[in-house]
């Protein structure tokens, strides 16, 4: 069965400065999606950020970008120039593709919480 | 174009009670689906739909009733409620199963005393 672990409950970052999440997942599978989801206070889940497997190139969008290391099976969030508003619980999560059988389910990690300092 | 709404927001039960929580999407998705969340434990999976007619069991299902009559509405029912149920619900859809591209609700934080 898959799995998705995020070791690091809290974390917070100056603003401006960058700040790294981890996440490290289980997977027998070869193709497969990664995400990162921000839900901030007002708990709505927000799509962040989407990796798929069979592509090596590390995703980006703006100031969020990936480094996705499949052998290792981590899916690290940089978030650069890190603002206020970034205030948030990070959840990574993992989903097998269509096709394979699977339920359309995500698997999600724990949760960091960031908090971004003024 | 609404996307996914939950209804209610917020929700306070006693042990024993039932209701249901609600979800609609119109955006003619096939799937549909209910998670929980609970702290440390990110989200869970409930019970999923690949459309009306059809609903199948997800990670977490005891406790908790389904049933999709509409394409539009996929309904939560808890009949009795229980403390462990307290616990934050999302409703998420999608074009089809296993599709990437997840819609979410805005979540219902339900407490049970």
């Known amino acids: 069965a898959q799995t998705v672990t995020q070791s690091q409950p809290e974390m917070s970052v100056q603003e401006a400065e960058t700040v790294t999440l981890s996440c490290t997942y289980d997977t027998s599978e070869n193709n497969y999606y990664l995400f990162w989801y921000k839900q901030p206070p007002s708990r709505q889940m927000i799509l962040v950020i989407r990796q798929e497997a069979y592509k090596q190139q590390n995703a980006t969008e703006n100031r969020f970008s990936v480094n996705f290391q499949k052998a290792a099976k981590s899916f690290s969030l940089k978030i650069s120039d890190s603002q206020l508003g970034d205030t948030a619980m990070y959840f990574c999560a993992f989903m097998s593709p269509h096709g394979s059988g699977n339920t359309g389910k995500l698997i999600f990690g724990q949760g960091t919480t960031l908090q971004v300092k003024p | 174009n609404a996307g996914v709404t939950q209804t209610p927001k917020f929700q306070v039960l006693k042990t024993g009670q039932s209701m249901t929580l609600q979800c609609a999407q119109d955006m003619n998705h096939e799937y549909m689906s209910w998670y929980r969340q609970d702290p440390g434990m990110g989200l869970r999976l409930i019970h999923y739909?690949?459309?009306?007619?059809?609903?199948d069991q997800g990670e977490v299902p005891n406790g908790y009733n389904v049933s999709r009559s509409t394409t539009e509405d996929f309904p939560l029912r808890l009949l009795s409620a229980a403390p462990s149920q307290t616990s934050v619900y999302f409703c998420a859809s999608s074009w089809w199963q296993g599709n990437e591209k997840l819609f979410f609700g805005s979540g219902t934080q339900l407490s049970v005393l």
């Open positions: 739909s690949v459309g009306a007619g059809i609903t």
